[in-house]
Structure formats: C-alpha cells, structure tokens
C-alpha cells in the first residue's frame, strides 16, 4: 500500500465549477506539499502545509493532522487549470531527516469550457 | 534568478550504453534531489545531497545508477548498462530549507 493515496486519479469538470483533490496519507510527516504538473511540463509547487489552511487566489489547500487527511480545492475551474495535481508529504523525523518528498501518484485533472 | 536547469531535455539510448543526466540547481541551494518518475506515476526519491556529500541514496534502484556533486552545485546522475526499464523522466531539486524548486525534467528513452 503506497503512504500517500490520491483520489480520484482522473477528474473532468465544466469551466466553473468547484473541483476537489483528496490525498489521505500513512506516516508522520513533517509537511505536506500541493504540486502542479502541466503535460511536458516540470513540477511547480501550489503550497507547503503543515497545519490549518492556505489560500493563493482561487486554490486553496487544508490539512486535518490527526485524520492524515488534505484537500486541494479549485474554485471557479478554468480549462488552464488542466494538469496533474500531486500530493507529496514530508516524513517527520527520524524517517524525515532528509526531507525527501514521498509523492502521491498524482491526480488528472480535465477542465472542459 | 535562474531556476533548477537539467540537461539534456531528452535523452534516447540504446540498452547497454552509459548515459549522464545534468542538474544545474538554483545558486547558493545546499540541497538537491534526484526523482524518477515512470510514466502514468507520481516521482520517486532517488538520491539526496547536502552540499558535496551524498546524505541518502536509499533510492537508488541498484548499483548502475550513481550521483556526485563534487562542488556542492552542479550534480550528475549517472547510468551504467542502462535497461529498457530505466526509461522516465528523471527530475532533480534544489531546496534552501523548505520548499523543493524542481527543474523541466530529462525524459529518457532505452531503446
């Protein structure tokens, strides 16, 4: 079973609507990171978070710790917000010293106008 | 500034050969990662420098794949007897002390 789970994996929506991404993972982490993946494109990263809540214009991300559950949200879905989303957690020391990202596998998201 | 630069941007080869991939990290980040990503998957950890050192490289898949940062910038990933499985893209970051910067990325291709 892999520590960090995404659903749905793919996801189509109508130009906007409010879109959401679950990552549910297994392990203590230190953080927990939202990246955008565009198709032939490098990672960028939307947000780092280790608790609460995070908002940069229309994405916003949540962090439940003791249900070791995050949500991205997407209000107002436009069709450039088409890209993979990943979900890539911190493992908080002594597994973490490093502070490599264990990723999820990645959500597709489709915004159709 | 610049941001994390890799090259080649692609790379095919053929099942046998030796390839290197090249990480350009953002100046002055003492670490840096190596990921894979297979296709239709999330990255994969590979290797993690601080400065020259290598401080983890439990990621690595076996002994044909080896990095090194001689000067705590500039790092290489190299792959000896590449296999058709070692096909991905193979991502490198650089972080100050929380947030990974990646780079585009070298998609390489086994033939």
């Known amino acids: 079973k892999n520590e960090v789970e995404q659903s749905p994996q793919n996801l189509t929506a109508q130009e906007g609507e409010f879109i959401t991404i679950n990552c549910s993972y297994s392990?203590?982490?230190?953080?927990l990171h939202w990246l955008q993946q565009h198709p032939g494109g490098g990672i960028v990263s939307l947000f780092m978070l280790s608790s609460g809540k995070k908002k940069h214009g229309r994405l916003i991300a949540t962090i439940n710790i003791q249900e070791k559950h995050s949500s991205l949200h997407i209000t107002a879905s436009h069709p450039r917000d088409s890209a993979v989303y990943i979900c890539?957690?911190?493992?908080?020391?002594?597994?973490?010293?490093?502070?490599?990202?264990?990723f999820g596998t990645g959500t597709l998201l489709a915004v159709q106008p | 500034g610049a941001g994390v630069s890799q090259t080649p941007s692609n790379k095919v080869t053929e099942k046998g050969k030796y390839v290197e991939l090249r990480c350009d990290p953002i100046?002055?980040?003492?670490?840096l990662y190596w990921y894979r990503q297979s296709l239709g998957q999330g990255p994969e950890f590979l290797i993690y420098?601080?400065?020259?050192?290598?401080?983890?490289d439990s990621g690595l898949p076996n002994d044909r794949f080896f990095a090194v940062r001689p000067e705590g910038s500039v790092s290489t990933l190299k792959i000896q007897r590449t296999e058709r499985g070692d096909s991905a893209v193979y991502l490198c970051?650089?972080?100050?002390?929380?947030?990974?910067?990646f780079g585009p990325g070298t998609r390489l291709t086994v033939l």
């Open positions: 970051a650089s972080s100050d002390y929380n947030e990974q910067f």
């Open positions: 890539a957690v911190i493992k908080a020391p002594p597994g973490g010293a490093t502070n490599k990202l264990i």
């Open positions: 100046s002055g980040h003492t670490a």
């Open positions: 420098f601080q400065g020259t050192g290598a401080a983890d």
């Open positions: 392990v203590g982490i230190s953080a």
